[in-house]
C-alpha cells in the first residue's frame, strides 16, 4: 500500500510562485509515474500533469505549460509540483498520484492511477 501526503498549497497573490511536495512511504516509489491533478469548486478533476519513473519526462497540461514544473526526487519519494506565474484560475484543490502506468494515453486519464493524496488547498487572489 502506497500512502501519499501532499503539502505547501496556502493562499498566494496572482503572480506568485508556490511548490507543492507530495511525499510517498509504502510501495517503490521509483516505479511509479506520478501524477498532479487539481479540482475546482463545481468542476471535475483535472489532469495537470505527469512525471514518468525513468528519465523523469514530463508531460503538461496546456493551460500550465511553461508556468509548471515537475520534479521528483527518488532517494527522498518525493515529487514537487513548482508553480509559477499563478492565476486566480489556478485555484483548486491540488492532488497528487501515483500509478504503474505503461502507456502515454493514460498518463491524464485520473482513474488510471492507484493511489491518491487527500490534496492541498491552492487558492490565489487576483
Known amino acids: 500500500q502506497v500512502q501519499l501526503v501532499e503539502s505547501g498549497g496556502g493562499l498566494v497573490q496572482a503572480g506568485d510562485s508556490l511548490r507543492l511536495s507530495c511525499t510517498a512511504s509504502?510501495?517503490?516509489?521509483?516505479?511509479?509515474?506520478m501524477g498532479w491533478f487539481r479540482q475546482a469548486p463545481g468542476k471535475e478533476r483535472e489532469f495537470v500533469g505527469v512525471?514518468?519513473?525513468?528519465?523523469?519526462?514530463?508531460y503538461y497540461t496546456d493551460s500550465v505549460k511553461g508556468r509548471f514544473i515537475i520534479s521528483r526526487d527518488n532517494a527522498k519519494k518525493i515529487v514537487y509540483l513548482l508553480m509559477s506565474s499563478l492565476k486566480p484560475e489556478d485555484t483548486a484543490v491540488y492532488y497528487c498520484?501515483?500509478?504503474?502506468?505503461?502507456?502515454?494515453?493514460?498518463?491524464?486519464?485520473?482513474?488510471?492511477?492507484?493511489?491518491w493524496g487527500q490534496g492541498t488547498q491552492v487558492t490565489v487572489s487576483s
Open positions: 512525471i514518468e519513473r525513468g528519465p523523469g519526462f514530463t
Open positions: 509504502g510501495g517503490t516509489f521509483s516505479t511509479y509515474v
Open positions: 498520484a501515483a500509478g504503474q502506468l505503461n502507456y502515454y494515453r493514460d498518463y491524464i486519464n485520473r482513474y488510471k492511477y492507484d493511489w
